[in-house]
């Protein structure tokens, strides 16, 4: 599976941002999908997940309620809608794969596929 994430950019503090995952390769479709994001100096961190249905979600405590995460499967294609934003969310997020359909898991190492990663920048 390749995995290409987009959608990243410079936003003022409050504003929106829609980041897309483009997944190709067989079967792309049938597995779960997450966001992570890293910020300088800082640990990967989770930030939401969707099972391959689309029927279960999972969000950071950090990203609850402002966050929105969906899939198109028609489109081999995940988004992450993030709204109110704020500095500290700037980070590169990065879209990830994890062949086991049924979870939404928040951890890091159960994703075997990752994309490039986009740069989202907060200003305040």
């Known amino acids: 599976v390749q995995l290409q994430a987009s959608g990243g950019g410079l936003v003022q503090a409050g504003g929106s941002l829609r980041l897309s995952c483009a997944a190709s390769?067989?079967?792309?479709?049938?597995?779960?999908m997450g966001w992570f994001r890293q910020a300088p100096g800082k640990e990967r961190e989770f930030v939401a997940a969707?099972?391959?249905?689309?029927?279960?979600?999972r969000y950071a405590e950090s990203v609850k309620d402002r966050f929105s995460i969906s899939r198109d499967n028609g489109k081999n294609t995940v988004y992450l809608q993030m709204n109110n934003l704020k500095p500290e969310d700037t980070a590169v997020y990065y879209c990830?794969?994890?062949?086991?359909?049924?979870?939404?898991?928040?951890?890091?190492?159960?994703?075997?596929?990752w994309g490039q990663g986009t740069l989202v920048t907060v200003s305040s």
């Open positions: 969707i099972t391959s249905s689309g029927y279960s979600t």
């Open positions: 990830a794969a994890d062949e086991s359909w049924a979870r939404a898991t928040m951890t890091v190492s159960d994703y075997e596929y």
């Open positions: 390769g067989r079967t792309s479709s049938s597995y779960s």
